[in-house]
Nanobody
Framework: QVQLVESGGRLVQAGASLRLSCVASGLPFVSRAMGWFRQAPGKERELVALITSGGRTNYADSVKGRFAISRDNDKNTVYLKMNSLKPEDTAVYYC?????????WGQGTQVTVSS
């Protein structure tokens, strides 16, 4: 059974930093691309960052230079380090992994940035 479990979200003030974690189980983590998405109230879910099995990364324009995605294959964990947080970063953040025939999501972790 595949599980993605996110943690690390909380209420912070603008300008603060947070690190989200997502622990994966039940799949060959080392060979999977991993992504972080977010969904704000009333908005569609959007891709924030992704990292390939080889470590290549890609970011949404809105977070470039502020967020960093990384992975620890020994711990089956993907991280999202978020710096210089803004109120518009407020959202539920989801961990995701996808393949040719599958697509898995975590339950999400709430990040709230106050101004």
């Amino acid at each position: 059974q595949v599980q993605l479990v996110e943690s690390g979200g909380r209420l912070v003030q603008a300008g603060a930093s947070l690190r989200l974690s997502c622990v994966a189980s039940g799949l060959p983590f080392v060979s999977r691309a991993m992504g972080w998405f977010r969904q704000a109230p009333g908005k569609e879910r959007e891709l924030v960052a992704l990292i390939t099995s080889g470590g290549r990364t890609n970011y949404a324009d809105s977070v470039k230079g502020r967020f960093a995605i990384s992975r620890d294959n020994d711990k089956n964990t993907v991280y999202l380090k978020m710096n210089s947080l803004k109120p518009e970063d407020t959202a539920v953040y989801y961990c995701n992994t996808w393949g040719a025939s599958d697509d898995y999501w975590g339950q999400g972790t709430q990040v709230t940035v106050s101004s």
